[in-house]
């Protein structure tokens, strides 16, 4: 079974790209220091890897 993280987002999206804003909103990360939790796949994985300079992961 895949582990559970939990994300949040540590800095704004503004000024970064459309593709990185399109990522965050996918996983949920919608306003600053709210978190979300989520099960590791390699889908979120590969999209967490995107825009790890904007998130904070946490391994539950």
């Given at each position: 079974m895949a582990?559970?993280?939990e994300l949040s987002l540590i800095k704004s999206p503004i000024g970064r790209p459309e593709?990185?804003?399109?990522?965050?909103?996918?996983?949920?990360?919608?306003?600053?220091?709210?978190?979300?939790?989520?099960?590791?796949s390699p889908q979120i994985l590969g999209a967490v890897r995107k825009v790890?300079?904007?998130?904070?992961?946490v391994e539950r």
């Open positions: 582990k559970p993280i593709k990185h804003r399109k990522i965050l909103r996918a996983l949920g990360l919608t306003k600053m220091h709210r978190p979300v939790a989520l099960y590791s790890i300079h904007l998130v904070k992961v």
